[in-house]
């Protein structure tokens, strides 16, 4: 036997009575099948509806639907505990059903708007409990496209034509302009967006498109020869608004400014970024010029060397630069330390002078505890504390030629 889908003659029926007509497990869950059922299966690109399963005359023996699976006609309702008894009475989540009526005939009313728009078909469609998606076959649709057919499929929302759903003999299917051919041979319904759009479909629509609410697409993703396009309709667009608004509010707290600004607040602050960032690496090249330089007339005198060997505590890549700067100089040593959770050393010397920078910082960071190495011009390494970098710059000091 079949069960008879009361959802097909009226969308609208929350509840409703039906006899037990089989039992089973479906994935290790209880399943009974309905003689009648106001419970949608999953199908056709919509979710399957939950909702309540009671006894009839004993609403405290009831079991919760959690899923809705149609085999061979028969509708198989999943439930979180067996019921005894052979006489129930069902109830839809309403909320979830009406949210999934609203996004399925919107769909339908998106799809028409983008043939009419743009002659592009939909070859898919998915109704997510958070987003809902079509694809359609062509992929060069551009924002003022995209703006155009949601103009266009919000129309029909003002226009509230009647949505209504009909079985068609096979015969006077060729007289209807479908939007597709139906996946059925027998028992083909066709739902009617009046004057608008005919497609076969078997889900669950609103009487009307006022009802759909709004049309709202939030975005795109091209997916090989197909553009997939997220859509929102009636409950969902509004909330999605709201999270926006909120977003855009937030926006103009903390730019204070008005939000029609805040495209020119944004862009003028990654101006000043830029200034700033362009006036802070200027200041920061002659901190390390006038830095080495102090420390270069400081530096004591080794014979034809002048040795700069000292800890200091600003960051490690400011020690390079500081260093580098220093090697220019002719008969410059330069043993740098940085202090810090992780001490480094940084021993380099001028081309000219007769010194392995390399072979100084082994025995310097050996002395600290540490661990380094490098060329002769240049080497780096690190030690455990700051003990041991005073360690390392006294040993680099004492292992110079007198
Ligand atoms: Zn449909």
């Excluded at 919107?106 to 958070?130: K, N, R």
């Excluded at 000043?272 to 200027?282: G, S, V």
């Amino acid at each position: 036997m079949k069960t008879e889908r009361l959802y097909y003659q009226d969308a609208y029926l929350r509840e409703f009575a039906a006899r037990v007509v089989g039992r089973t497990t479906l994935g290790g869950q209880t399943a009974v099948a309905l003689d009648r059922t106001a419970f949608y299966p999953t199908g056709g690109g919509q979710p399957a509806d939950i909702g309540v399963l009671a006894v009839a005359g004993d609403p405290a023996a009831a079991a919760a639907v959690m899923d809705v699976v149609a085999d061979d006609g028969v509708i198989w309702h999943v439930v979180d505990r067996p019921l005894a008894a052979d006489n129930l009475v069902g109830a839809v989540d309403w909320d979830r059903r009406f949210d999934h009526m609203q996004q399925h005939t919107g769909q339908h009313v998106l799809s028409q708007a983008f043939i009419q728009t743009h002659d592009a078909e939909t070859v898919a469609f998915h109704l997510g409990g958070v987003a809902c998606t079509i694809d359609l076959n062509r992929t060069d649709l551009g924002p003022e496209a995209l703006a155009a057919a949601e103009v266009a499929a919000n129309a029909i929302i003002d226009r509230a034509l009647a949505v209504t759903p009909s079985f068609v003999e096979p015969e006077a299917l060729a007289a209807l302009p479908l939007r597709k051919p139906p996946k059925v041979t027998e028992g083909i319904r066709i739902v009617q967006v009046a004057g608008f759009d005919w497609s076969p479909c078997g889900g669950t629509h609103v009487a009307n498109t006022a009802q759909i609410g709004a049309i709202k697409i939030a975005g795109t993703e091209r997916r090989g020869a197909e553009l997939r396009v997220t859509f929102l309709c009636g409950r969902r667009a509004r909330v999605d608004h709201a999270r926006l608004q909120r977003l855009a509010e937030g926006l103009v707290v903390r730019f204070t400014t008005a939000q029609d600004d805040l495209l020119n607040a944004v862009d003028r602050r990654a101006a000043e970024m830029q200034t700033l960032r362009r006036d802070l690496a200027d200041l920061e090249a002659q901190w390390v010029e006038s830095t080495a330089a102090a420390l270069w007339l400081a530096a004591p005198v080794h014979g034809a060397l002048r040795v700069v060997a000292l800890a200091v505590d600003y960051p490690i890549e400011r020690a390079r630069r500081v260093a580098q700067t220093l090697r220019a100089r002719p008969g410059a040593v330069v043993c740098l330390g940085v202090r810090g959770e992780r001490p480094q050393l940084i021993c380099a010397r001028a081309d000219d002078a007769p010194v392995n920078a390399g072979d100084l910082l082994r025995i310097a960071v050996t002395a600290g505890g540490g661990r380094g190495g490098g060329r002769p011009d240049w080497a780096q390494g690190g030690v455990p504390t700051n003990e041991g970098l005073a360690l390392a710059l006294a040993a680099a000091l004492a292992a110079l030629p007198e």
